[in-house]
C-alpha cells in the first residue's frame, strides 16, 4: 500500500470521500494534499492520536524523540505533561519559529526558563536548539548533531509546531504537506538522508487552545505571519480591550499594556463604563472574529495582578507593565489562559 508523501495517509483511488484519494495511481500525494499545495486550499484536521498511542511505536532505546515547541504559543505545548511522559526517553528539544519572536523576547532567556521547567518536570534533554524552520542559516548546529545521530530521530509535538516544515528546511522531502491549519500530518512519514533517518508524526492536540476552535478563515486572521510586534497601550484610568470578539480584558491603575497578537487581529479600547454598550452592540461586527454561539465567559483571576503576561493559548499574549492590575478577563468557554511572571515562565 502507498502512502501520500504529504500526510502520511494510505492512498486509495476509488473513493473520493473518503481519506487519501488520489485520482490516479502514479500520483504521490492525496487529493487533500494536493490542493493544499497548488491551490493553497483549507484542509479539515485528521482525527488526533493521543501520545501514548504515538509512543507506542517507539520503544524507548531505539529512538532519538526531537520534540519541536513552538515558541510563539508556548502554554498550548503541553510542556509539564509531555516532559513527564517522555523523561524515559533521549530526548533533543528543538524551540521553533524564533523568527516571529518580538524583540521584546530574548531567545537566549526563554531557552533558559523552559530548561527550568523541563527539569522540574523531571526531562534533562541531550541538547537543545532554538531554530525557525524559515530560516536555514539557524540549521547548522542542529543538522549537525541529527548526521551524528545513531538511531531514528522522531519529531514529536502539538499540531503547528512546525515539525514537518523542518523536514523541508532540512531538505529532506519536498512534497511533505505543511499547513497553517493544524492536524496536517496525518500518519508517521519516514525520511533519509546522509546517514540519518528522520520520521514525521501527526501533530498532538490541545483542546483548550483557540486553533482548534477557530474556523479555517478566522484561524488565518488570528495567526501569526510577521514578526510579533507588540501593540502598546497606555493606561491612566480603567479601561476595556476588545480582542476581535474573543476576549475582553478590563484593567485598572496606570502603566501600560502591551498586547502581542497576530497583526490582522484587530484590538479595540473604550472606557471601562462604555465596555458593556460596545460588546452589545458590536460583537460579531466591529469585534472580529467571535466563536459562533459562545460568549466569553468571566474568568476567575487573581486579585490585583500587575507585571505580568496573560498567555491566551492558540491566540498570543498581553504584558502589563508599570502599575495597570488586570481587573476583569472574558473568554469563550473551554479556551486555556494562564498568567505568568514572564513569557515562558509560569508563576
Ligand atoms: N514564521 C514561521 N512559521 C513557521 C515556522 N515553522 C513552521 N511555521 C508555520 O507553522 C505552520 C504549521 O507548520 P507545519 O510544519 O505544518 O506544522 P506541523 O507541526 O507539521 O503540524 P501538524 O502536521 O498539524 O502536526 C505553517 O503555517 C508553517 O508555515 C517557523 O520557523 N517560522
Ligand atoms: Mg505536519
Not at 480582542?243 to 502603566?255: D, K, Q
Request: one cysteine or more; glycine letters at 8%.
Amino acid at each position: 500500500m502507498t502512502k501520500c508523501e504529504g500526510c502520511g495517509i494510505t492512498l486509495q483511488f476509488t473513493d473520493q470521500n473518503k481519506e487519501g484519494y488520489a485520482v490516479r495511481k502514479d500520483m504521490v500525494l492525496c487529493q487533500r494534499c494536493f490542493r493544499l499545495a497548488h491551490y493553497g486550499s483549507p484542509i479539515d484536521a485528521f482525527e488526533q492520536q493521543t501520545l501514548d498511542a504515538l509512543l507506542s511505536a517507539y520503544p524507548p532505546v531505539a529512538c532519538t524523540l526531537l520534540w519541536v515547541v513552538d515558541l510563539v504559543d508556548l502554554e498550548s505545548q503541553q510542556i509539564n505533561q509531555i516532559a513527564k511522559a517522555i523523561c524515559a526517553y533521549q530526548v533533543i528539544v528543538i524551540g521553533n519559529k524564533t523568527d516571529l519572536l518580538p524583540v521584546e523576547v530574548s531567545v537566549k532567556r526563554l531557552r533558559e526558563l523552559l530548561s527550568v521547567r523541563l527539569r522540574k518536570n523531571g526531562l534533562s534533554p541531550l541538547a537543545f536548539y532554538m531554530i525557525s524552520a524559515k530560516e536555514p542559516e539557524s540549521l547548522g548546529e542542529l543538522q549537525q548533531c541529527l548526521v551524528n545521530l545513531k538511531v531514528p530521530g522522531v519529531l514529536l509535538g502539538q499540531a503547528n509546531a512546525g515539525k514537518s516544515s523542518l523536514i523541508k528546511a532540512l531538505n529532506l522531502s519536498k512534497q511533505v504537506s505543511v499547513s497553517r491549519y493544524p492536524g496536517t500530518t496525518a500518519k508517521a512519514l519516514t525520511f533519509q538522508k546522509e546517514g540519518y533517518t528522520l520520521v514525521d508524526l501527526p501533530g498532538l492536540k490541545d483542546v483548550q487552545s483557540f486553533i482548534w476552535q477557530l474556523d479555517n478563515k478566522d484561524r488565518e486572521t488570528c495567526s501569526f505571519n510577521k514578526p510579533i510586534k507588540a501593540r502598546i497601550y497606555q493606561i491612566y484610568s480603567p479601561q476595556c480591550f476588545f480582542i476581535g470578539g474573543l476576549v475582553r480584558l478590563e484593567v485598572a491603575g496606570a502603566g501600560s499594556v502591551l498586547f502581542f497578537f497576530g497583526e490582522q487581529l484587530k484590538l479595540h479600547r473604550t472606557k471601562k463604563s462604555n465596555g458593556d454598550a460596545l460588546w452589545r452592540r458590536q460583537r460579531g461586527k466591529l469585534l472580529l472574529p467571535v466563536i459562533k454561539d459562545r460568549d466569553p465567559v468571566d474568568q476567575k483571576i487573581p486579585n490585583g495582578k500587575s507585571q505580568c503576561v496573560i498567555v491566551i493559548k492558540g491566540l498570543g499574549w498581553i504584558r502589563l507593565a508599570g502599575k495597570a492590575v488586570l481587573t476583569r478577563l472574558a473568554l469563550p468557554e473551554g479556551i486555556g489562559y494562564t498568567i505568568v511572571e514572564e513569557y515562558g515562565k509560569t508563576c
